[in-house]
Protein backbone atom coordinates (compact mmCIF):
# COMPACT_ATOMS: atom_id res chain seq x y z
CA UNK A 1 0.00 0.00 0.00
CA UNK A 2 3.10 2.33 -0.09
CA UNK A 3 4.40 4.74 2.37
CA UNK A 4 3.89 8.06 3.32
CA UNK A 5 7.67 10.00 4.03
CA UNK A 6 7.67 13.35 6.10
CA UNK A 7 10.15 15.97 6.03
CA UNK A 8 11.45 19.11 6.64
CA UNK A 9 10.87 19.80 10.35
CA UNK A 10 13.31 21.46 12.93
CA UNK A 11 14.51 24.19 14.79
CA UNK A 12 12.75 27.71 14.68
CA UNK A 13 12.43 31.03 16.31
CA UNK A 14 8.88 32.22 16.81
CA UNK A 15 7.60 34.09 13.66
CA UNK A 16 10.09 32.13 11.32
CA UNK A 17 8.88 29.54 8.83
CA UNK A 18 9.03 25.93 7.94
CA UNK A 19 8.35 23.95 4.73
CA UNK A 20 6.53 20.20 5.29
CA UNK A 21 6.93 17.57 3.06
CA UNK A 22 5.30 14.57 3.18
CA UNK A 23 6.44 12.14 -0.05
CA UNK A 24 4.23 8.99 -0.82
CA UNK A 25 6.00 5.88 -2.54
CA UNK A 26 4.30 2.77 -4.23
CA UNK A 27 1.14 4.53 -3.18
CA UNK A 28 -1.65 3.81 -5.76
CA UNK A 29 -4.04 6.53 -7.41
CA UNK A 30 -2.06 8.92 -4.82
CA UNK A 31 -4.19 11.15 -7.48
CA UNK A 32 -7.79 10.18 -5.97
CA UNK A 33 -7.40 10.58 -2.17
CA UNK A 34 -7.71 13.56 0.05
CA UNK A 35 -4.72 14.15 2.79
CA UNK A 36 -4.17 15.99 5.63
CA UNK A 37 -1.43 16.92 8.22
CA UNK A 38 -1.82 16.52 11.89
CA UNK A 39 -0.12 18.15 14.74
CA UNK A 40 0.74 16.17 17.92
CA UNK A 41 1.96 18.56 20.90
CA UNK A 42 4.17 17.04 23.90
CA UNK A 43 1.50 15.16 26.28
CA UNK A 44 -1.50 16.03 24.03
CA UNK A 45 -3.75 13.75 21.68
CA UNK A 46 -2.91 14.48 17.86
CA UNK A 47 -5.45 16.76 16.26
CA UNK A 48 -6.10 18.33 12.86
CA UNK A 49 -4.68 21.03 11.03
CA UNK A 50 -5.18 20.94 7.11
CA UNK A 51 -6.50 18.95 4.44
CA UNK A 52 -6.42 19.50 0.89
CA UNK A 53 -8.52 17.11 -1.35
CA UNK A 54 -7.54 14.92 -4.00
CA UNK A 55 -7.95 17.07 -6.77
CA UNK A 56 -5.31 20.11 -4.97
CA UNK A 57 -8.58 22.51 -5.29
CA UNK A 58 -10.27 22.38 -2.12
CA UNK A 59 -8.49 23.05 1.27
CA UNK A 60 -9.56 22.91 5.22
CA UNK A 61 -7.86 24.53 7.94
CA UNK A 62 -7.83 24.24 11.99
CA UNK A 63 -8.91 27.89 13.19
CA UNK A 64 -5.42 28.00 15.16
CA UNK A 65 -3.66 27.58 11.61
CA UNK A 66 -5.89 30.24 9.39
CA UNK A 67 -3.78 32.46 7.64
CA UNK A 68 -0.60 31.45 8.74
CA UNK A 69 -0.35 28.01 7.23
CA UNK A 70 -1.36 27.03 3.83
CA UNK A 71 -1.39 23.26 2.49
CA UNK A 72 -0.89 22.24 -1.10
CA UNK A 73 -0.14 19.04 -3.26
CA UNK A 74 1.73 18.88 -6.34
CA UNK A 75 0.45 16.13 -8.05
CA UNK A 76 2.79 14.90 -10.32
CA UNK A 77 5.52 14.41 -7.37
CA UNK A 78 3.15 12.44 -6.07
CA UNK A 79 3.92 14.81 -2.69
CA UNK A 80 2.16 17.57 0.01
CA UNK A 81 2.87 19.94 1.53
CA UNK A 82 2.58 22.39 4.46
CA UNK A 83 3.71 26.15 4.26
CA UNK A 84 4.05 27.13 8.19
CA UNK A 85 5.03 31.07 8.85
CA UNK A 86 4.71 32.91 11.63
CA UNK A 87 5.25 30.35 14.05
CA UNK A 88 4.48 30.15 17.52
CA UNK A 89 5.29 28.13 20.74
CA UNK A 90 2.48 26.18 20.25
CA UNK A 91 3.20 25.04 17.05
CA UNK A 92 5.94 22.27 18.57
CA UNK A 93 5.66 18.65 18.54
CA UNK A 94 5.40 16.15 15.53
CA UNK A 95 3.26 16.51 12.37
CA UNK A 96 2.05 13.44 10.57
CA UNK A 97 0.94 13.54 7.15
CA UNK A 98 -2.08 11.27 6.10
CA UNK A 99 -3.87 9.66 3.71
CA UNK A 100 -7.93 9.49 3.84
CA UNK A 101 -9.69 6.01 3.82
CA UNK A 102 -12.08 6.98 1.29
CA UNK A 103 -11.75 7.54 -2.67
CA UNK A 104 -12.61 10.65 -3.64
CA UNK A 105 -14.04 11.30 0.05
CA UNK A 106 -15.05 14.83 1.26
CA UNK A 107 -12.70 16.48 3.64
CA UNK A 108 -13.07 15.87 6.90
CA UNK A 109 -10.77 16.87 10.65
CA UNK A 110 -11.23 12.98 12.13
CA UNK A 111 -7.80 11.50 12.49
CA UNK A 112 -10.24 8.40 12.36
CA UNK A 113 -10.83 8.80 8.68
CA UNK A 114 -7.29 8.67 7.04
CA UNK A 115 -5.72 5.08 7.24
CA UNK A 116 -2.61 5.90 6.07
CA UNK A 117 0.06 7.58 7.92
CA UNK A 118 3.87 8.81 7.97
CA UNK A 119 6.05 8.30 11.04
CA UNK A 120 5.89 12.11 11.20
CA UNK A 121 8.51 15.01 11.63
CA UNK A 122 9.41 16.93 14.64
CA UNK A 123 9.08 20.83 14.96
CA UNK A 124 10.49 23.00 17.68
CA UNK A 125 9.61 26.14 18.02
CA UNK A 126 11.73 28.42 20.16
CA UNK A 127 10.54 31.54 21.85
Known amino acids: QGQLVESGGGLVQAGGSLRLSCATT?????????MGWFHQAPGKEREFVAAVDWSGSTTYYADSVKGRFTISRDNTKRTMYLQMNTLKSEDTGVYYC???????????????????WGQGTQVTVSS
Open 98 to 116: ARDRTLRGRLDRDPEQYGY
Open 26 to 34: GMPFFTAYN
